[in-house]
């Protein structure tokens, strides 16, 4: 088996940085970290580089091509939050070393014209369920819940099929310009996160809002997909909030806040790699709650981080359509990295929170890290984003399981 020594290169291994190390990866494993280079080894010289672990995307809705583009981007693996595969599919993406890897919880539990059917009505996005779904044969496919025992054979639907956890929909829908949404029963939620737990999946909450935040924690949630945007933490939401970890997806608060992610859109170390669809699509915002200020969200994700409270990267990149603006996949992965760090974090700290943090939650115990018998998803860039987080899109090589994908080398 061919083995590659990366040399000289300083290695931020997922926790700790190591300066002037030596990363061997043969075939899809990293073999030696600090070792000797092994005899027919082809060589790379790190120096005036840092190799990281493929960094995470704890919040997506993807298709093929999306995985494509997230790899361009040295984003290894996709947390899909809510998406529609087969188990045949699936095991097709985990074998292709041209897309990012992929976990999906499948469909999202919502009540009858919940969120996001205001958004996906026309897309007719139902009708492609069954084609999609992993189910049994003439299995009723359950998209939807209002009590009890609909959440309970809901969440049992969603682990037949593979899911790899439980996402839950607390959304009246303020923030997007459609107040008045049906919104599910404490109890029903309280049903679907017991189910998920019985079956030893995580159990996942999208919620936007202050209440919507609070209500996850009285219902024993162990993740919050969003960032509330409409006031700011107190200590009250801290301390409900403590043992859930927290997707904030600060470049979608940016957007539905109005903000466009201009200077970040035309660093040509975006633009360069993103399709014009694309690119035109980061250009924009999605702007339905313009009236708050991002400032607020900065902090309370600060204060949060402050408290103990864990923190993962995370996009909620999607689909190019224009209600979801403001956002692309693997580019906005730096996006964030770079709003983590306004907020306050230094950047080993956020980079942790798309690397380590991640894969211990969601127990990807084979990356997220760079380490002797770990999978060999690596991330080459040149300069030290430990000190200068904007040096992640400075790529030069990406490895998905020791395939070389993408090198300027």
């Not at 590659?4 to 030596?22: L, M, R, Y």
């Not at 029903?188 to 999946?201: D, F, G, M, P, Y």
């Not at 969003?226 to 043992?243: M, V, Y």
């Amino acid at each position: 088996m061919s083995s590659t020594a990366i040399i000289n290169v300083q290695v931020f291994d997922g926790e700790n940085i190591h300066p002037d190390t030596t990363v061997v990866v043969s075939g899809p494993t990293i073999t030696s970290v600090g070792g000797i280079v092994p005899d027919g080894a082809v060589v790379i010289d790190g120096k005036g580089c840092t190799l990281l672990p493929g960094l995470i995307d704890s919040h997506v809705h993807t298709g093929v091509p999306q995985l494509g583009l997230a790899l361009r981007f040295g984003v290894t693996t996709e947390l899909e939050m809510m998406g529609h595969w087969t188990k045949g599919q699936r095991g097709e993406i985990s074998e292709r070393d041209d897309l990012a890897d992929l976990r999906s919880a499948n469909y999202g539990l919502t009540p009858p014209d919940g969120h996001p059917n205001q958004l996906t009505k026309n897309l007719d996005l139902p009708a492609a369920l069954p084609h999609h779904s992993g189910g049994s044969p003439g299995d009723p496919l359950l998209i939807h819940a209002r009590t009890t025992d609909e959440a309970i054979a809901f969440v049992r639907q969603r682990v037949k099929e593979g899911a790899d956890y439980i996402k839950i929909m607390i959304e009246e829908g303020s923030v997007f310009r459609s107040p008045g949404l049906p919104t599910l029963p404490l109890e029903t939620i309280l049903a679907a996160v017991q189910e998920a737990h019985n079956h030893n999946k995580l159990a996942i909450a999208h919620a936007l809002t202050y209440d919507a935040a609070q209500e996850a924690a009285r219902a024993g949630i162990n993740g919050l997909s969003h960032l509330f945007i409409d006031r700011g933490a107190d200590s009250s939401i801290i301390k409900n909030l403590t043992g859930i970890f927290i997707t904030p997806c600060l470049c979608l608060n940016a957007s539905i806040l109005g903000k466009k992610p201009t200077d970040f859109a035309a660093d040509p170390r975006v633009s360069a790699k993103l399709p014009p669809v694309w690119l035109t699509h980061l250009e924009g915002s999605m702007g339905t709650f313009p009236d708050r200020n991002f400032d607020v969200v900065l902090k309370s994700v600060a204060d949060l981080h402050q408290a103990g409270i864990d923190i993962l990267v995370g996009t909620d990149s999607s689909f190019p359509v224009p209600y979801l603006a403001g956002i692309a996949h693997g580019a906005s992965v730096h996006h964030e990295l770079q709003l983590l760090v306004q907020s306050g974090f230094n950047p080993i700290e956020a980079l942790r929170a798309a690397t380590s943090v991640p894969a211990r939650y969601f127990g990807l115990n084979d990356r997220g890290r760079i380490q002797e018998g770990l999978r060999a998803d690596l991330l080459l860039v040149e300069g030290d984003p430990t000190s200068d987080i904007r040096n992640t899109l400075s790529i030069r090589s990406v490895w998905r399981r020791g395939t070389l994908l993408y090198s300027t080398l």
